[in-house]
T-cell receptor, first 112, second 114 residues
Framework: DQQVKQNSPSLSVQEGRISILNCDYTNSMFDYFLWYKKYPAEGPTFLISISSIKDKNEDGRFTVFLNKSAKHLSLHIVPSQPGDSAVYFCAASEYNFNKFYFGSGTKLNVKP | DAGVTQSPTHLIKTRGQQVTLRCSPKSGHDTVSWYQQALGQGPQFIFQYYEEEERQRGNFPDRFSGHQFPNYSSELNVNALLLGDSALYLC?????????????FGSGTQLSVL
């Protein structure tokens, strides 16, 4: 039962352009969402989070948008850099559960 | 400030054997969660330990068990290994003080079952 879905396994973007990674969820009880970045042979690294009381959160080049009615969130990276090339996972949890459901990931390739 | 450390980094076992994986949480963290990441998939929640007790559990059989020690470090044990248990096992730590705590992950233990 896949409660968090990332339907694009891969994305290729030119350096300097915008990268948009998408994530959909089915559980309406989810109210906290995170994005993680993962390089090969390393553990996932936290990027940015958003709670359900917001619809946008920004941190430098990274912005996460949440559309609760559509059960959809997206991560925007502007401008994209070659060092951003990695696998990106979205994750979601219910209030104060700290039990996260992860999507299957999107592999981002930023071309110089 | 040491982050989350896991050992060993790689492990090869045969079917039916038992395995123990270890995790030390980030300094100051008191909660440890274990995740299994199969090839091409996202991490799947196994269980979470806090105050030396299993607090939450995912959809994994009883062959998967764990332990948390007074210093907050943790072990994951898997009995009667199956080929399908081959995966990257990730440990994540957090601080259980309030809502919306993010997880800090270790680099994982790559388990291969032959």
């Amino acid at each position: 039962d896949q409660q968090v879905k990332q339907n694009s396994p891969s994305l290729s973007v030119q350096e300097g352009r915008i990268s948009i990674l998408n994530c959909d969820y089915t559980n309406s009880m989810f109210d906290y969402f995170l994005w993680y970045k993962k390089y090969p042979a390393e553990g996932p690294t936290f990027l940015i989070s958003i709670s359900s009381i917001k619809d946008k959160n920004e941190d430098g080049r990274f912005t996460v948008f949440l559309n609760k009615s559509a059960k959809h969130l997206s991560l925007h990276i502007v401008p994209s850099q070659p060092g951003d090339s990695a696998v990106y996972f979205c994750a979601a949890s219910e209030y104060n559960f700290n039990k996260f459901y992860f999507g299957s990931g999107t592999k981002l390739n930023v071309k110089p | 400030d040491a982050g989350v450390t896991q050992s060993p980094t790689h492990l090869i076992k045969t079917r039916g054997q038992q395995v123990t994986l270890r995790c030390s949480p980030k300094s100051g963290h008191d909660t440890v969660s274990w995740y299994q990441q199969a090839l091409g998939q996202g991490p799947q929640f196994i269980f979470q330990y806090y105050e030396e007790e299993e607090r939450q559990r995912g959809n994994f059989p009883d062959r998967f068990s764990g332990h948390q020690f007074p210093n907050y470090s943790s072990e994951l044990n898997v009995n009667a290994l199956l080929l399908g248990d081959s995966a990257l096992y990730l440990c994540a730590s957090s601080l259980r003080t309030g809502v919306n705590e993010k997880l800090f992950f270790g680099s994982g233990t790559q388990l291969s079952v032959l």
